[in-house]
């Protein structure tokens, strides 16, 4: 079952200038950053009222972030929802039609488990599941 809008990811191409403006220009707290080596991803998590404001960047240079960042540029890269349990949700979704870019849940920050739902299966729309641990 979805409990929530996890966060919203926005790609940047200055890891330090994304959090900067986040952080600084606009007031909302950095809560803390790591690195995702199963997305190859470098993250920044800033909280805003309920949920979280995510920023994503290549980490060392590498991953299918690069290639994003080269097509679209900065900006929205994905929402997330937070659920309870993501192969269910999998199996539910799947069950409606829509398509996942992998047949199993990966690790994401934070200890969840997370899967990716195709863009062309969501109206264009890039959609993360992510469970959190117990």
């Known amino acids: 079952m979805i ?12 890891f330090e200038g994304g959090i900067e403006r986040f952080a600084k220009d606009f007031g909302i707290e950095l809560a803390g950053t790591e690195d995702v080596i199963s997305a190859k991803t470098k993250t920044a998590f800033l909280p ?9 960047h290549p980490l060392n240079g590498e991953g299918p972030l690069v290639s994003s960042l080269a097509k679209r540029g900065p900006g929205l ?8 349990d993501v192969e269910a949700e999998m199996t539910r979704l799947q ?15 934070h200890g969840t488990r997370i899967a990716f739902i ?6 264009g729309v890039l959609i993360e599941l992510a469970e959190h641990p117990a």
């Open 3 to 14: 409990l929530g809008l996890d966060h919203i990811a926005i790609a940047v191409d200055d």
């Open 118 to 123: 195709h863009p062309k299966s969501a109206g």
């Open 48 to 56: 805003i009222s309920g949920t979280q404001i995510e920023l994503i």
């Open 77 to 84: 890269h994905h929402l997330c929802f937070r659920v309870d």
């Open 95 to 109: 069950g409606l039609g829509y398509r996942f870019l992998s047949d199993t849940p990966s690790p994401g920050a």
